[in-house]
Structure formats: C-alpha cells, structure tokens
C-alpha cells in the first residue's frame, strides 16, 4: 500500500534532493543521483542509484519507493520502466525561476511539508528581489553563458533570468526560450559578433579549461578574453534547477559581473 504522505522516496534529481534536505524531510530519501552533493552529508547517508539518463531499476525497486521524483524528457526512459513497474512518479520540468519556485512548493506539498515550503519558496524571492534592486554601475556588463564547448550550447532560461537578476545583460537573450539544449547550439561567430564583457563557463559536469577558450579562432578580440574574464561556475551550482542556482549560483555570477 502506498504512503501519504511517501515515507520512501527516490531522488533522481539533486534539486528534489537539496529541498528535501531543506525542509527537513531528508529522512524520507532512500536513494538519489549520482550527482547529489548538496548538502555535502547526502554523499555518505543515501545510496545512489542513478545517473542523470540512466538507472538502477532493480535497485531502485528493491528500496520499495512510495514515490519516485523526476525531471522531464530525459529521463523518460527510467520513468517508464518504473511505471511499468508500478511505481508512483511525479516528473517535474522546471526551466526559469518561477518554475523552481513552482517546484519547491509542489514537492513541499507532496510530502505534507507546504507551509515550510511556502516560506522556504518566499524567502528565495525575497533574497532575488534584493539582489534585484541592488544599486549597480549604470553601464551592464554583456554577458555570454556557456553551457558546454564542443558544439557552443548557451544558457538555459533560469541562468539568463539569473544574469539579469545579478545586473548582467545576457547577449543571447532569445535563447532562453528554447529549451532542449540542442535548440541553443551556436557558432563561435555569434559569440564573436555579441562581444560580451564576461564569459560565464559550466560545462556540464566536467571542468572548464578557460584556454581553450582564448585559444578559439577570432576569440582574443572580444572584452572578456582580452581583460582575461572567463569565469567557470560549478554545475552543481548552477546547472540545476533548484535552490542551489537561487543561492550559491546566484552568488557566484554576481561575484564575477562585479569583483570587489
């Protein structure tokens, strides 16, 4: 019989897994991805049984799960041998702010935790909006985010929303919109032609080599290669769609738009 609210969940997202933790509720888990690192204690408390496309799904059977978390397409693949398997699911697909936001109170929800997740969600708007309205220079940095190097992939909409939040101007701004990363490849040439002052680089899990980047054919005259800012960022701190990107991400991007 299932439980509600689940007493055994697993994570298959390591955004899912930090709001847990967040609100307290991290005694519910009972596994989680491969990538989980926040908190750092995750790492030595839950079993993983995942990667981000792939699975366990004996294992992941074996922990007897009231509910498995998700997120979107690209783990369609586990999801439906999961449900096939009888196993409840809830798929998030978060992609801007207002969608992690989104996430935070629906999982609160999901696991009778609403109101703390209501405030958890609030005071993250609260911090956004500060930051927002932090008086800046008048004259915006212009900034290129790089989501991975071979093909150019730009950033998804969270991070463009989080560019401007910090008082950047993101220079490939349409591009927020689309969201499969295949719909955000481009040319080094458009990079070239934007110009922008700083280039933010996460590259997906593996770590940024900020040379290869001066080294690009045409690269050394644009702002940011000249004055030497390229600036990796953590993918756990701004790759995921969760409380991570409005914290430590955020940080992070403000840190490199304006150095003390």
């Known amino acids: 019989m299932r439980q509600y609210p689940p007493r055994r969940i697993v994570c298959l997202t390591e955004e899912t897994v930090e709001t847990l933790y967040l609100l307290g509720e991290q ?3 009972v596994g989680v ?9 995750v790492r030595r408390e839950k079993p993983r049984v995942s990667a981000f496309i792939s699975a366990d799904i004996p294992k992941i059977l074996a922990l007897e799960p009231d509910l498995v978390l998700a997120f979107s397409d690209l783990q369609a ?10 196993v409840a699911i809830h798929v998030f697909n978060q992609r801007d702010i207002a969608g992690i936001l989104a996430m ?5 929800a999901l696991v009778g935790a609403a109101e703390r997740a209501g ?14 309205s932090t008086p800046r220079p008048a004259k915006k940095p212009k900034v290129y985010f790089e989501e991975w190097d071979d093909p150019l992939i730009s950033g998804i909409g969270w991070v463009s929303e989080l560019i401007a939040i910090a008082g950047g101007e993101d220079v490939l701004p349409k591009l927020r919109f689309q969201q499969a990363a295949r719909d955000r ?11 922008p002052d700083v280039i933010l680089a996460s590259w997906c899990g593996k770590k940024v080599v900020p040379d290869k980047i001066r080294k690009r054919p045409g690269w050394s005259e644009i702002p940011a290669v ?3 800012r390229i600036v990796e960022i953590k993918s756990p701190l701004i790759l995921q769609p969760g409380p991570a ?8 991007i403000v840190k490199a738009l304006w150095p003390v």
């Open 245 to 252: 990107a409005l914290t430590d991400g955020l940080d992070a």
């Open 119 to 132: 405030q958890l969600a609030t005071g993250y708007e609260q911090r956004l909006a500060n930051i927002a």
């Open 226 to 228: 000249a004055h030497d």
């Open 27 to 29: 005694d519910r888990i």
């Open 185 to 195: 490849i481009i040319l080094p040439d458009v990079v070239r032609a934007a110009a």
């Open 77 to 86: 693949g586990i999801v439906a041998d999961l449900v096939r398997a009888g």
């Open 104 to 108: 935070i109170r629906t999982l609160g």
């Open 33 to 41: 991805s491969g990538y989980a690192v926040r908190p750092p204690r």
